[in-house]
């Protein structure tokens, strides 16, 4: 399987919501072999959406000449687009809403009809895609967190979507957090493995990923604890 990974964090490689993805990409790789690239989208050159909606009346080409011409290149080549981010404002972080306006180019101004919405006729044949969303947060937990994130992310992958929300992500680079954050990556490795068999991941397995790892009251009064 051929994988495009965004990582959205302008933190790079030191993102705490990348140690999940991670944990996830080698339970992917337990099944089967996989083609995996990964993207840090704030080193890329992306300008901004004008919203001119050129590229959607001449066959996908854009006003701007830059790094997303790749990009969507090679989102068409691939099989698995995987899109890990950190929690920003409940939303997702500015490099990828960036990136994520300027894939208007894979869909025209023709609409049409999906049960009760509408959406556009796309320009390339992307069906086959899956979609999938790894996204953490500081908060406790999620309730009333990751909604907006959750809700966006369906309504521009309708299809073959599977998202995973997880709070008290920071603890994933915090060293003395091991003890809880290990068995945390090794139960996201599991699903990594079972998502790659078959598709799905177990809805307890699920459940447990996307629980705080230890109680709520508890990390607040440890991150509160460190507020100077």
Request: glycine share 6%.
């Amino acid at each position: 399987m051929k994988i495009l990974v965004f990582n959205g964090s302008p933190k790079r490689d030191k993102s705490d919501t990348l140690h999940i993805t991670r944990a996830f990409l080698e339970g992917m790789n337990e099944a089967e072999t996989n083609d995996v690239k990964m993207i840090n989208v704030i080193d890329k050159h992306i300008e901004f959406c004008t919203g001119c909606f050129s590229c959607m009346r001449n066959g996908g080409k854009c006003i701007h000449n830059d790094d997303m011409r790749t990009l969507l290149e090679e989102i068409l080549e691939s099989d698995l687009l995987i899109f890990s981010y950190p929690l920003y404002c409940y939303g997702m972080p500015a490099p990828l809403k960036a990136f994520m306006d300027r894939t208007l180019p894979l869909s025209s101004m023709a609409m049409h009809k999906v049960g009760e919405r509408y959406e556009h006729v796309g320009q390339a044949d992307f069906s086959r895609l899956k979609y999938l969303m790894i996204c953490g947060c500081g908060f406790p937990n999620s309730t009333h967190n990751f909604e907006p994130a959750v809700g966006q992310f369906k309504l521009c992958f309708p299809n073959n979507h599977t998202m995973i929300t997880v709070p008290e992500s920071p603890m994933f680079n915090a060293p003395e957090a091991a003890q809880v954050t290990v068995p945390r990556l090794e139960l996201v490795k599991k699903a990594g493995k079972q998502y790659a068999e078959n598709g799905n991941i177990e809805a307890e397995l699920f459940k447990e990923i996307c629980s705080p790892m230890i109680p709520e009251d508890v990390y607040a009064e440890i991150v509160n604890g460190t507020v100077k």
